[in-house]
């Protein structure tokens, strides 16, 4: 097993370059087999989901090339519309492939994609949309059987606005005749890349970033070069490791305008953020202020994927804050772990009350999920002595090397082998 070590009390300082977007690659790549023509994605993090997206793909019968951050995919023998259980369970945005299985087969065999740390996950938003969609749907064993033989376009509502269900259902109508119609759709910037780059293959989406969403069914798509959105998560994560260390930190090729729930809560804490198209520059005080009250929410609201984060940063932060969480029923899964490197959180459901505390003390620590092993590794870099942050594969899983990323903006980190 891989750790993050990481030795605290170093001021941050320079610049990074912020890469695409992991959850924008994700659904992207699924989109990549509503063509049979070549598929060309840049910009790519070197992260593991997107590598068993790609084993996916790959086992479903596609041609996937990965050079570098480039990762091509031809998916003109794609045989297969049986999920592979191992993969599927392995990854939950698997399930992003059942809309795009769905246009090129009608029919798709699925796993459940497993429940995770930060909540049990279901999918039954995902599976009502596509009944709208006139997809019958069975389940039995774990798998779910969907027949598409008689999908047609309609309108699709949602109870709740959920990122994945939007996706896969978008994906499932842009070759179906007529126009589909989602209501309440999830309105994430992620969702937004996903409609650029469908209209870029002859596509004709309309509406992502909003609650209604319209896309009038084609015949078919065409191939396309594209490079995916910068992750906004990812930026709001390197500006958190300004944040906690006091330092000075600028981002290019940062998606600021999908930031300004976070940007906003960091200025809260006391930090001084200049923005401009593509590039942020933030300053931090020596000690955080702690901000009031933070609510995770469906986008444009706080992002739950910079939630644990910002615990990290209240936890050291002058005063006391409230944070609860909307989004997910289980992502405190860390505050143990802060509060054995000194922290003051107390839990209780989905609301954390900190009290901010002037020290954190280094300790051996374990990721539970990929954010919040990275709120652990920030905690690190604030931390009095070394920290050590084990299953450091679960933070690959959405961050590109984090010890590289930090160690050049003058973080001692290095990973090693427990
Ligand atoms: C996407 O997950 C992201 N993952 C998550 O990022 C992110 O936290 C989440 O959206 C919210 O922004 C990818 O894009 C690959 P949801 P998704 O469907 O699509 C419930 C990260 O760290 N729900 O909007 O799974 C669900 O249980 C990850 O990068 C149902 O009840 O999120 C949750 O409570 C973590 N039924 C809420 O909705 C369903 O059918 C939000 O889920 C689907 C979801």
Not at 76 to 89: F, I, T, V
Request: a negative charge; aromatic letters at 4%.
């Amino acid at each position: 097993m891989e750790a993050f070590l990481v030795e605290g009390g170093r001021r941050l300082e320079g610049s990074l370059r912020v890469d695409g977007a992991k959850n924008a690659v994700l659904p992207i790549m699924a989109a990549a087999i509503l063509t049979e023509e070549e598929v060309i994605l840049e910009d790519v993090p070197r992260i593991t989901d997107a590598m068993h997206m790609a084993e996916i793909l790959t086992i479903l019968g596609c041609d996937v090339e990965q050079e570098n951050r480039c990762v091509t995919v031809r998916s003109g023998a794609l045989h297969g519309w049986e999920m592979p259980d191992r993969l599927s369970k392995q990854i939950r945005s698997s399930i992003f492939l059942l809309g795009p299985i769905l246009s090129r087969f009608r029919k798709a065999t699925v796993t459940y994609p497993g429940g995770c740390e930060i909540g049990l996950r279901p999918i039954d938003l995902h599976l009502r949309g596509l009944r709208s969609l006139g997809v019958e749907i069975t389940e039995s064993g774990g798998m779910i059987h969907c027949d598409g033989s008689f999908m047609r376009s309609g309108d699709v509502y949602f109870d709740y606005p959920s990122v994945g269900a939007t996706e896969n259902v978008m994906m499932a109508a842009v070759l179906l005749s007529g126009m589909t119609t989602i209501h309440n759709a999830a309105r994430e910037p992620e969702i937004v890349d996903l409609q650029n780059m469908i209209n870029a293959m002859g596509g004709h989406v309309r509406g992502a970033g909003s609650q209604m969403i319209e896309i009038e069914g084609v015949r078919r798509l065409h191939g396309v070069r594209w490079t995916p959105m910068p992750d906004r998560i990812v930026a709001g994560t390197l500006l958190a490791a300004g944040a906690i260390t006091g330092g000075e930190i600028e981002l290019t090729n940062a998606p600021a305008a999908d930031m300004m729930a976070v940007l906003s809560k960091l200025r809260e804490m006391g930090c001084v953020i200049h923005e401009e198209p593509g590039r942020l520059v933030l300053s931090a005080p020596e000690r955080l202020s702690a901000f009031a009250q933070l609510q995770t929410q469906p986008h444009p609201g706080f992002p739950t994927d910079m939630q644990v984060q910002m615990l990290a940063l209240l936890s050291v932060a002058q005063g006391t804050g409230v944070i609860m969480e909307n989004v997910f029923e289980n992502r405190f899964t860390h505050a143990g772990d802060l509060n054995r490197m000194g922290a003051r959180i107390l839990c209780s459901g989905r609301t954390a009350v900190v009290q901010g505390v002037e020290k954190l003390y280094g300790a051996r620590v374990t990721a539970r999920d990929l954010r919040g092993g990275a709120a652990l590794v920030l905690a690190g870099l604030r931390a009095q002595g070394v920290t050590q942050v084990d299953q450091a594969c679960l933070v690959d899983r959405g961050y590109d090397h984090l010890e590289d990323q930090l160690s050049a903006l003058g973080a001692k980190i290095q990973r090693i082998n427990v």
